[in-house]
């Protein structure tokens, strides 16, 4: 084996471990009997987190994000992101959000514009570092797109998505 497929070994054995990190995370936050929050969230000291976090991830982004305090039924509690009024009003665009589940700190990155108006992946992954260093946990969303098989007896065509960041 030479350098180079060496060096791609290790970057697959590395994606692998941190996806399998994501998956106990998944499984840790996951919950039989509640669906849309756990019976222990407190919606409040959670929004004066995603408050705290603001500010150091709008100079990563280098652009104000909005908290969306208008979540309900659902299993994510709030969307901090940049949103902008497209060309085909009235339609919205979501250039970049953070979506914070109200299970154990999950977070996930998702956006709805074209792709040249998406941020960048250097931008994405300075986001992520912060939001783990934050003590929240991350999850990339080809992840979430997995069937779900946890604890809760959702529909068999559910996915991790819907679970933990999508309204019920």
């Avoid at 350098?3 to 995370?25: A, D, P, Y």
């Avoid at 998944?26 to 929004?47: G, M």
């Avoid at 956006?111 to 991350?138: F, I, W």
Wanted: aromatic residues 12%; contains cysteine.
């Amino acid at each position: 084996m030479n350098m180079t497929q060496t060096q791609l070994s290790g970057k697959l054995f590395v994606k692998q471990i941190i996806q399998e990190q994501m998956r106990q995370w998944l499984r840790e936050a996951d919950d039989s009997e509640e669906l849309d929050c756990p019976a222990t969230f407190d919606y409040e000291a959670a929004i004066r987190e995603v408050e705290f976090i603001k500010p150091r991830l709008e100079r990563i982004v280098g652009r104000e994000l909005q908290i969306d305090r208008d979540v309900q039924d659902a299993s994510f509690f709030t969307d901090l992101g940049w949103i902008q009024l497209s060309d085909k009003s009235p339609t919205w665009n979501t250039i970049f959000a953070v979506r914070f589940s109200t299970f154990g700190k999950l977070t996930t990155i998702w956006s709805v514009c074209p792709d040249d108006q998406k941020v960048s992946q250097n931008v994405m992954v300075r986001v992520t570092k912060e939001l783990l260093a934050s003590g929240y946990r991350h999850v990339d969303k080809p992840l979430l797109c997995e069937r779900y098989d946890g604890r809760h007896p959702l529909s068999a065509n559910a996915n991790w998505f819907n679970r933990f960041f999508d309204y019920i």
